[in-house]
């Protein structure tokens, strides 16, 4: 390992699969499909097959227990040498861009030359159990040795026992969903339904866009019969958005996020091929673009021992954090990408960024931050029209990013993602 000299970590390709909302075009698959084509589509296009690569970090956030090395499963799959290792990493929402992280610190140390980070996620497959009391009489039959013993312990099971559990978005801390948390962050900051409903129609508008212009031709694998993200509503409007009903406060009469400005459930998987840029330049790769800062962060949002924080607020404070050590400000960049998991999260983000009081008593700085350009945020649509299977959309974004400042061939992108369990995992990349 190199701690002097650490090397410079490149973005060198992005593939994924269409996004597709749960229950829907992607119902018959699993994770590992989904992954295994992602990665297959990326070694296609960069011509790596028979490669072996320095490691791979993929995960999921909802997979069967099956799925237990889903990485390395979907790496035999991709068309990569078969002795390229690879490892499973999950942190919620935040699982592609940590599982970057990974792979962009042991290029930098010198510990691989080149390696892919990503992940999937599939609501469609998910996994669904029974209640705790049959499992563990499940386990007791499987440990008896006689049929007696079998048989007595099969009398145990009773009516209640098949009642499945499936899986929940609640935060087991607080028993609120992301979505019910956010409501409450909406009301503190005072985000309005308008301004959210507006950021979703920009969401729609940008990406459809961005697949006429054909932005996506090179990043998106199609794949069972789709060719672009099927939540896109490219002929949305504020009038249908206003029409729709609050989807977590449905009681108070004072909700404000609804199906439309927040993103739906949904399956996909993305992938980054990273390396460093003497393997990128043997491979006659060009590089799109560099990481070259990040910061992971988590929050109180539970509270009783003092100040309790939103949820998805984290990415407000490891910002803050990150452009301090890399010695610049909030206004610095040429591009954000500021995960959509709901409109009022990104709202509450620049609300706070904005604010004196946070800033000073929870950031600790000495002012504001200030605003962002917000002609230069998401300007190729993001997860309120595109989905948001949560461990793809790290992927996905530094796809979008890097091939930006690729086109560009200069600037600075700031990328956030905010992540269920009050954590939030950014970064900065920089054009080659």
């Given amino acids: 390992m190199s701690f002097s000299n650490p090397k410079r970590v490149a973005i060198v390709a992005a593939n994924r699969i269409p996004f597709a909302r749960a229950h829907g075009a992607y119902a018959s698959v699993g994770n590992e499909d989904m992954m295994t084509v992602a990665l297959k589509g990326l070694v296609d296009k960069t011509n790596l097959h028979g490669e072996r690569l320095g490691d791979v970090s993929l995960g999921a956030v909802i997979k069967h227990s099956k799925d237990w090395n889903l990485a390395r499963e979907s790496v035999l799959g991709s068309g990569l040498s078969r002795e390229t290792p690879a490892f499973d990493i999950q942190r919620a929402c935040g ?221 407000a404070y490891a910002v803050s954090r990150m452009i301090d050590k890399a010695g610049i400000t909030l206004q610095d960049f040429d591009l954000y990408e500021i995960h959509e998991a709901f409109a009022a999260q990104v709202l509450c983000t620049l609300a706070a960024w904005e604010s004196d009081e946070f800033c000073k008593t929870r950031l600790g700085r000495d002012k504001a931050m200030g605003p962002i350009d917000r002609a230069k945020l998401n300007l190729k649509g993001s997860s309120l029209a595109q989905g948001h299977p949560f461990g793809a959309t790290g992927g996905r974004i530094i796809g979008n990013c890097a091939k930006q400042l690729q086109e560009r061939g200069s600037g600075r992108a700031l990328i956030s993602i905010c992540t269920g369990g009050g954590m939030g995992v950014t970064a900065i990349l920089e054009a080659a």
């Fill in 95 to 315: 699982t592609g861009l940590s599982a970057a992280i990974q792979i962009a610190n042991k290029i930098a140390l010198g510990q691989i030359d080149s390696g892919i980070a990503g992940g999937c996620d599939t609501v469609s497959d998910a996994p669904i159990v029974y209640a705790r009391e049959y499992q563990q009489l499940l386990l007791r039959l499987n440990r008896q040795r006689t049929g007696m013993g079998k048989f007595k312990t099969l009398l145990g099971i009773r009516p209640r026992h098949f009642k499945p559990e499936f899986p929940g978005v609640t935060e087991p801390r607080t028993g609120l969903s992301m979505g019910q948390s956010c409501e409450l962050m909406a009301k503190e900051w005072n985000i309005t339904r308008e301004a959210q409903d507006q950021l979703a129609l920009e969401s729609h508008l940008k990406t459809a866009s961005a697949y006429e212009d054909g932005f996506y031709s090179d990043l998106v694998t199609p794949f069972l019969g789709l060719e672009k993200d099927n939540n896109l509503r490219a002929t949305s409007t504020m009038e249908s958005l206003a029409k729709l009903k609050p989807a977590f406060d449905k009681k108070s009469g004072q909700g404000t996020l609804t199906a439309g400005n927040s993103t739906p459930l949904t399956d996909g998987a993305s992938a980054v091929l990273m390396a460093n840029e003497d393997w990128a330049k043997a491979h006659n790769l060009p590089i799109m673009a560099y990481l070259t800062h990040c910061e992971e962060s988590a929050v109180d949002f539970i509270g009783g021992n003092g100040h309790k924080e939103g949820l998805l607020m984290a990415p």
